[in-house]
């Protein structure tokens, strides 16, 4: 491969060598291109459009005989003659010539001496040379290049439906946790006021405070407590009371007692300590936002 470093300082010989090997270079990727697809020097083909609409061939590009041939879309018919034609212009040289310097091709539809366009031969695009060079393929492969490809009204009714999923699929009145800031909350969502500084709780048919006899959206709990007597456990505090009158006997009890000024009289209540404050009975916690899905206009 020919590569032609311009881009030099001090004035750049822009001569003909130059200019050679910068047509030399063109050449040499064509032609790598017309051996990839094994198309001789001789002959004619159809390498893109050429196509029978209506009543005209539409524009393209033809290989003639060795040569790129570029085709204006005119009136015609898969029985049109189709012919190369080459097209010179001179330049003026220093010298005074006058020299044929730029040549240029194309195809065109003419009355006599051309090709059948039906005669040409139409260059398959790689896609189909790939499938169509496979020999004793297997039955049951698809050798359509363009299977499963859908075609531009399909993929924008798979477009629409897409959008339009998120009204198919979450049912309205759907509860979900956001992390997020309230401000950052979906379009068809909105915060969910009843769950505000609440958690919420499964409902369970088997318990009788949770079995929603009074339908989804019983509250009930608090966030801290305050104890009631009956709420404490079982205990007792020490105490003395026993009272000695001067009797005969040593107070033990109201029974065989000797003396009639030996008795129980109320003992002396215990100091009282508690302040009787609530306390949270909450388990560690992140607070979130609930939001509900109410929907978006289709």
């Given amino acids: 491969m020919i590569l032609i470093d311009l881009l030099q300082a001090g004035g750049y010989r822009f001569k003909q060598a130059t200019l050679r090997k910068m047509q030399t270079a063109y050449f040499e990727i064509l032609k790598a291109f ?35 041939c570029e085709f204006a879309e005119t009136p015609g018919t898969a029985d049109s003659l189709i012919k190369k034609n080459v097209a010179y212009t001179n330049l003026v040289f220093k ?34 040379l790939v499938w169509g060079n496979i020999a004793d393929k297997p039955d049951g492969i698809v050798t359509d290049p363009n299977f499963g490809i859908p075609d531009t009204q399909t993929l924008i009714e798979r477009i629409i439906a897409l959008e339009e999923r998120p009204l198919a699929n979450v049912p309205i009145g759907l509860v979900a946790i956001w992390g ?15 769950l505000f500084g609440k ?24 966030k801290d407590h305050t104890l009631t007597i009956a709420q404490m456990p079982e205990h007792d505090h020490d105490t003395q009371t026993p009272v000695d009158g001067g009797g005969g006997a040593d107070m033990q009890s109201s029974v065989e007692s000797s003396g009639s000024d030996e008795r ?12 009787g404050e609530a306390f949270s009975i909450m388990p560690p916690y992140r607070v979130v936002d609930y939001i509900r899905y109410v929907g978006t206009e289709a």
Avoid at 104 to 119: I, K, P, R, Y
Avoid at 209 to 221: H, K, L, P, Q
């Fill in 95 to 128: 010298s005074g010539s006058s020299l044929p310097v730029f040549r240029a091709t194309n195809a065109m539809v003419v009355e006599v001496d051309g090709v059948a366009l039906s005669a040409f031969t139409r260059i398959q695009t790689v896609k189909n």
């Fill in 180 to 194: 997020l800031p309230a401000d950052e909350i979906p379009a068809g969502w909105v915060e969910h006021a009843p």
């Fill in 264 to 275: 129980l009289i109320p003992g002396p209540k215990t100091g009282k300590t508690g302040g």
């Fill in 34 to 68: 017309v051996k990839h697809l094994d198309m001789p020097d001789e002959g004619n083909f159809i390498i893109s459009g050429c196509t029978i609409v209506g009543d005209n061939i539409t524009s393209g590009m033809m290989y003639i005989d060795g040569e790129l």
């Fill in 199 to 222: 958690m919420p709780i499964g409902k369970d048919l088997t318990d009788p405070d949770f079995d929603s006899t009074e339908g989804v959206g019983a509250v009930g709990g608090s």
